[in-house]
Nanobody
Framework: QVQLVESGGGSVQSGGSLRLSCAAS????????MGWFRQAPGREREGVAG???????TYADSVKGRFTASRDNAKNTLYLQMNSLKPEDTAMYYC????????????????????????WGRGTQVTVSS
């Protein structure tokens, strides 16, 4: 069974940086599409950034040029480098994954959180103060 564990969240000031990590177990990560979603209080969970099994990345417009998703399949780990953080980036950040063979494409900003086949981590909190 796929398990995902996030780390790296914290509190930073506006303009600062954080690097999130997501360690996958139970499956070889190279078989997984992986990505990051976030949910702020009172708002729906939204796709932020993703990277598919071929290494192609997708980003929400709100984070383009500031966030970078990457993966190290040898370490079964997904990363999210977040630079130039803004208060509106404050949210719980969740790692999500889906087996590549499942189908349906992997454009994370357009994927609904309720999509069948998604596996989730428990999340890591990111707080950005002004």
């Amino acid at each position: 069974q796929v398990q995902l564990v996030e780390s790296g969240g914290g509190s930073v000031q506006s303009g600062g940086s954080l690097r999130l990590s997501c360690a996958a177990s139970g499956i070889t990560a190279s078989r997984l599409h992986m990505g990051w979603f976030r949910q702020a209080p009172g708002r729906e969970r939204e796709g932020v950034a993703g990277i598919d099994v071929d290494g192609q990345t997708t980003y929400a417009d709100s984070v383009k040029g500031r966030f970078t998703a990457s993966r190290d399949n040898a370490k079964n780990t997904l990363y999210l480098q977040m630079n130039s953080l803004k208060p509106e980036d404050t949210a719980m950040y969740y790692c999500a994954a889906q087996e590549g063979a499942y189908g349906g494409g992997w454009c994370v900003p357009t994927i609904p959180a309720a999509r069948d086949g998604l596996r989730w981590g428990r999340g890591t909190q990111v707080t950005v103060s002004s």
